[in-house]
């Protein structure tokens, strides 16, 4: 059972001068008092939207409880969002696909993991492939200490039951 909604701070990295990247997220407080997070972070690795996660006490990270199977997709592009969100969300909606943030610079965009690796990558890549401005990546498939190492979380997920 959900009790409010609220919102907390992560440390999401440190900037290029040595300043911490502190990072804003909608959350549901839950009866036992874990947090289930309302949308995937921009910046913070490791997480997506629906997970519930635990604030560690006198710091601002976290600890995984639940991973809700959903991924975490991130735009970032140096030219113009427009004609790159026109494209890629509406494709991404009809595969069960949320938009978390959308600013000049950046999509974030939430999408379970069973609509699969391949499809997602595809669509992806047909989309921003030919743009040297833009790219993307996972918040919340690699190992945010290497950036390479897959995390594996979504065998679980999409085992048979």
């Known amino acids: ?10 440390f999401a990295g440190t900037r290029p001068d040595g300043q911490p990247i502190v990072e804003q997220l ?3 407080e839950l009866e036992s008092g874990d947090l289930q997070l309302v949308r995937s972070p921009a910046f913070a690795q490791g997480i997506a939207s629906g997970d519930t996660v635990r604030l560690l ?8 409880v ?6 975490s997709l991130r735009v970032f592009t140096k030219g113009d969002m427009a004609p790159i969100a026109d494209a890629l ?10 938009l978390d943030l959308h600013n000049d610079r950046m999509l974030v965009i939430s999408i379970h993991v069973s609509c699969g690796f391949e499809t997602i990558e595809k669509l992806m890549n047909e989309v921003l492939g030919k743009d040297p401005d833009s790219t993307w990546m996972y918040g919340n498939v690699y190992d945010p200490t290497d ?11 999409l085992k048979p039951e």
């Open 1 to 10: 059972m959900k009790k409010a909604l609220r919102t907390i701070e992560l």
């Open 26 to 28: 909608p959350v549901n």
């Open 57 to 64: 006490p006198q710091t601002q990270e976290i600890e995984l």
């Open 66 to 71: 639940r991973r809700s199977g959903n991924l």
């Open 89 to 98: 969300v509406p494709a991404l909606e009809k595969l069960g696909g949320e």
């Open 147 to 157: 950036g390479s190492t897959p995390l594996n979380w979504w065998q679980d997920v």
